[in-house]
């Protein structure tokens, strides 16, 4: 059976970006199973959610929720990136199960987390996140993303970032590189890293 993952950030005791969530679950379900009975995940909160603390709330899927739980969100501390070739042009759902995805971040080797390049030398995604680029104070994304991420999606919403073409020609053109997801906002100084540390 071919499961999928969301995984949504809990703070002060509530889900952050649920709208979106939601969207990206029930669209993948209408495609991959024909579900077009919409699912809320409001209806599959955890109780006793504490306020104290951030949370990473897991919920796997396929036509129907198959578990959810909750976790103490241990963020990811990335202090080196490698660029490596993917030979993957799209990857539109976010499965359990990542096969392809494995063996790229197999290929890291010391560092933290890999930056996918696909056959046209443009920038995608890292395996965990997707990227953001700081050109004097602007932020920019790949527009040749493989993943929709949720939190991309919110910032492109509200205008907080831009796609543009960036190819690895115009990688160190840019200041710094964010790293983000559902449970990493813009801005986390954990994963806000100088393009000069970059390797290939």
Not at 67 to 80: F, G, H, L, N, R
Not at 92 to 99: F, N, Q, T, V
């Amino acid at each position: 059976m071919c499961l999928l993952v969301e995984s949504i950030r809990i703070e002060e005791g509530k889900p952050q970006l649920l709208d979106h969530h939601n969207r990206r679950l029930n669209n993948s379900r209408a495609i991959l199973f024909g579900a077009f009975e919409k699912i809320d995940l409001n209806d599959h909160m955890p109780d006793n959610i504490p306020n104290n603390q951030v949370l990473k709330w897991r919920v796997v899927y396929g036509k129907d929720v198959v578990s959810s739980e909750t976790a103490v969100y241990q963020p990811k501390i990335i202090d080196k990136l490698k660029l490596v070739d993917s030979g993957i042009t799209l990857y539109d759902h976010k499965y359990l199960e990542r096969i392809e995805l494995n063996k790229l971040y197999d290929k890291k080797g010391d560092a933290d987390e890999i930056i996918m390049i696909n056959a046209q030398g443009e920038i995608t995604d890292a395996y965990y996140f997707s990227l953001v680029f700081e050109k004097n104070s602007q932020y920019f994304t790949p527009q040749s993303f493989m993943l929709p991420s949720v939190m991309r999606s919110y910032l492109l919403d509200e205008k907080i970032i831009l796609q543009r073409q960036i190819t690895i020609h115009d990688l160190y053109d840019y200041e710094r590189i964010h790293l983000i997801n559902a449970l990493n906002p813009l801005g986390c100084q954990y994963l806000n890293i100088n393009t000069e540390t970059i390797i290939y």
